[in-house]
């Protein structure tokens, strides 16, 4: 592996402890603005110090993200569907590699969509993509999405993260399922797990602890951090999961903990706490 490359990944799977937590934002792409997420800055803004990476568009990089910031930038670069299109998995990629230099993006993130009618289109571009990326050291997130009669498991999770890495992906985004593990074992490049539709910020937790311990790197969370009433409090609790090894009691306990002291959604408002696990991000 070359030394742009390792040092990119680096960057986004921590060498401390080889993990990672990885804030999407990208939603928009096919969303549109969907609840919680209609201005992305004010999302952004007060979550940016608790993530290792963020997963943004080019737009929303460019209009919502300073460009001050130390956090790397994982840049989608697949789309051309919405939610209310044909067929969602009608793909192509949307961003030249120029573009995601100048936006000094530390990896690019595609979606595959294995066993949906464009499946060859998406595979095809993913490989495309890798041989581009890697001209230039750029590491490839492949995000793996679950075809309409699909469901989350582990047979079809496995499919779609192999055939993610074997077209050179260096880290796979996929489901938490049953028999997670079977998923992980088969899969040879770093498995990160995004987090889904909200559910309680409990089992969000959860889901969070069975994906390190099912053997996944870490999350790329959305909508369990910015749909939660208590966002900065969220990410700070599934912080101490992926970086601070917490149970999910404990990382429920601090969540309250943290809500019961107050409003800290506010952007320097999060002053250091002596009581908190360590989980710092730098
Ligand atoms: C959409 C994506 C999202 O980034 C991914 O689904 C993670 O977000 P969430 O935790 O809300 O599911 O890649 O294709």
Redo the contacts with the bound molecule.
């Keep these: 592996m070359d030394w742009g490359l390792k040092n990119r990944l680096s960057q986004i799977i921590k060498p401390q402890d080889n993990r990672a937590l990885m804030l999407?934002v990208?939603?928009g792409y096919f969303l549109g603005p969907t609840e919680k997420l209609e201005n992305p800055k004010k999302v952004i803004a007060p979550l940016l110090k608790y993530c290792d990476s963020l997963?943004v568009t080019r737009g929303i990089q460019r209009t919502c993200v300073p460009a001050t910031t130390n956090t790397p930038m994982v840049l989608r670069v697949s789309g051309g569907s919405s939610i209310i299109g044909e067929d969602l998995s009608q793909e192509e990629i949307t961003v030249s590699i120029q573009d995601a230099i100048r936006l000094n993006a530390s990896a690019l993130a595609m979606?595959i969509f294995v066993g949906s009618k464009y499946e060859h289109q998406t595979i095809v571009n993913l490989g495309k993509l890798v041989s581009k990326a890697e001209k230039y050291g750029i590491p490839v997130l492949a995000?793996t999405?679950v075809g309409k009669e699909l469901g989350k498991d582990a047979r079809y999770l496995s499919l779609a993260c192999r055939i993610a890495a074997e077209q050179g992906a260096h880290i796979v985004?996929t489901y938490y399922c049953e028999n997670f593990e079977k998923v992980v074992q088969s899969c040879p490049v770093p498995i990160i797990v995004?987090?889904?539709k909200k559910i309680p910020e409990r089992d969000a937790l959860q889901l969070t602890y069975n994906s390190i311990k099912g053997g996944a790197v870490g999350v790329?969370?959305?909508?369990?951090i910015w749909q939660s009433e208590h966002p900065v409090e969220m990410i700070k609790a599934v912080r101490t999961i992926v970086h601070g090894n917490s149970t999910v009691d404990q990382a429920y306990a601090y969540y309250k903990k943290l809500v019961s002291e107050g409003p800290k959604n506010k952007p320097n408002q999060n002053k250091p706490n002596q009581n908190k696990p360590n989980t710092t991000k730098k």
């Design positions: 999407a990208d939603h997963m979606s995000v999405a985004k995004a987090g889904g790329d969370m959305g909508r369990n």
